[in-house]
Structure formats: C-alpha cells, structure tokens
C-alpha cells in the first residue's frame, strides 16, 4: 500500500506542468557592464548599462541573464526588408526577417521581425539601417551585475523615462550639428537634459557634452597651446581630425586607447571615448572628430567626441 501511494505521488508530480520562470526588474549593480548579442564574452557588445540601470530578466542560462533588448541597444536590420512610412518610422516587409548586432551578415543575429512590425529608424549605413530594439529582441548581461528589484513594471517606468531623455538628448545632437558655432544654446539644453534626467543615460551624456563644450570655451578664450587650440575649433567648425579605418586594439591593457585609426596600413592614431560606443564602427572607414592628446605616447590619441561612416 506505502509503495503504491508513492508510485501515485510520483506520477502526480510528474504530470504537473514545470513552473515556467518568472521575469522580472533587475538593477545593474556595476559601471559600463557590457550588454552582449550572446551568452558569452566572445559575442558582440550592443550598448553598456551603468549603475542603477533597471533591465527586464527574461531567462537565465548559467551565469548569463537573457534580458530584453535595451532601447540604445545597436540593432541592424537590411534595408531590402524596410519600407519607410513616416517620419522616422519603417515597417517590415519579410517574414523572420533577421535582426543583427552590427550591419553585415557577419555579425549575430539577436532577434526576428515578420511582416508588418513597425520599427523606428536611427540612421542608414549603406545596405543596412540601424533600428531601434522592438520589444521581443533580446540581448544577455553578466548575472554577477544585477540585482532582483521587483516586478516588471519597475523596468517598464525607467525605460519610458529613459525614451524621453534620449529623444531629448537626440533633438540637442541635431541642433550641435545644424549650428554647432551656437555654444550658448548648445550649453543651455545640454544643462537643461541632465538636470531633468540627471539618473539617466542620456542625461549623463548630456553632463559629459556640457562639460566638454565648456573645457572648450576655456581652451580658445585662454589662447592655450596651439594644438590645443586648433582641436577645439575643429570639434566645433564640425572639420574632423583625422579619417582611416577604424579598427580594435586587442586585450592590451597598456593601450592608451581602446581602438586605432588605420591610415595608409599603419595605426596612426588611438581612439578612446566616454561617450561613444567604438565598437559600432570597427571595420568601417570613419572620420573622427574630437580633441587630440599626444601624451606619452608614441602614437598620438584622439579623445573621441563624434564618429561619422564613411562608406
């Protein structure tokens, strides 16, 4: 009799349906935790959340959290399968239509779209048209750098307040590169985004912008050295400081940068950036602006504030 209630308790569990996992808020625990295409460090970096960040946990598979695509997140799709409708909106017109982590067939696919899904149009680089993540993408993050903080409902507020700011933020960039001789009007939205949004992202950047803008006004009022000087007009006059290849500088930490410029086969300028993520343009010809440090290098860097393709 004992064996056989057993044998029922055991198919009775067994029939039970698995309890499916339960999403949630996540709070990012560290600064600029990479945000990959994969659950592992060799996929591709799509965006970086900073402390206090929320992400929604999906799933979670060893030490990776399978999350919801973040709204900055690079996200490519071709434009063979995109069909502009308004403004700044397209709509699909494929079935399972891949979404990538960079604009060519030779990065990860993180996502599909079918027939019909709307999506918001950041900028075109030849073939390819970078988006804006819909909802079901998804992306992975380090499980050691997040921290449960409750109900999906908490990811949903950041992020709609996280849209604004970065609409914002992405109106004031236009404005700069319409007028960028306009320093007042420049300096004055910059302070009003990061005082409005000062936990967010883009209010961060626009704190960083303001800062620069500012170190720059110093630098031509001061008449410093004419190195200095001529980079501040040059950021400012919107005339890069160099052009070449963009490309990585390998797992170097003695590196003063993060990446190279390659003129003419050689590397002839690092690159490095707070604000910009280079990754998004290693492999493509680019002309780079931003302000130049020799150091002690031997190769000169470049303190990068604006990246533009050039192919």
């Known amino acids: 009799m004992k064996k056989r209630l057993i044998a029922l308790l055991s198919a009775f569990w067994l029939l039970l349906p698995l309890a499916a996992f339960a999403g949630y808020a996540g709070e990012v625990t560290g600064d600029s935790v990479n945000v990959r295409s994969g659950p592992d460090v060799n996929f591709e970096v799509l965006t970086k959340k900073d402390r206090g960040d929320m992400v929604l946990v999906r799933e979670q598979k060893g030490e990776w959290l399978k999350i919801q695509a973040p709204w900055d997140a690079q996200a490519y799709v071709h434009a063979d399968y995109l069909k502009p409708t308004s403004g700044d909106q397209g709509a699909i017109t494929g079935n399972r239509v891949n979404v990538r982590a960079n604009a060519g067939t030779e990065y990860n696919v993180i996502g599909q779209l079918d027939d019909g899904d709307m999506v918001q149009v950041i900028e075109r680089k030849g073939a390819w048209v970078r988006i804006r993540p819909p909802e079901k993408l998804n992306a992975w993050i380090s499980a050691g750098f997040v921290k449960e903080q409750g109900p999906e409902v908490l990811y949903d507020d950041q992020q709609q307040t996280g849209r604004t700011a970065m609409n914002m933020l992405d109106s004031i960039r236009q404005l700069e590169q319409d007028d960028p001789n306009n320093t007042e009007l420049l300096k004055q939205e910059y302070q009003n985004l990061a005082e409005m949004f000062s936990e967010t992202r883009a209010g961060k950047l626009a704190a960083n912008r303001l800062e620069q803008l500012e170190q720059l006004e110093q630098a031509k009022s001061e008449s410093i050295a004419e190195q200095d000087e001529s980079a501040s007009r040059t950021i400012l ?43 998004d343009y290693v492999y493509h010809d680019v002309a780079v602006w931003g302000r130049l440090d020799r150091g002690q290098s031997r190769i000169p860097v470049i303190v990068v504030e604006r990246v533009e393709t050039l192919n």
Do not use: C, M, Q, W
Not at 239 to 268: C, M, N, Y
Not at 269 to 276: A, G, H, N, P
């Open 237 to 279: 006059a919107g005339e890069p400081v160099a052009t070449g290849k963009l490309a990585e500088t390998g797992r170097f930490f003695s590196r003063p940068g993060t990446h190279r410029l390659i003129v003419d086969g050689r590397a002839a300028y690092y690159l490095k950036s707070d604000t910009i993520n280079l990754n």
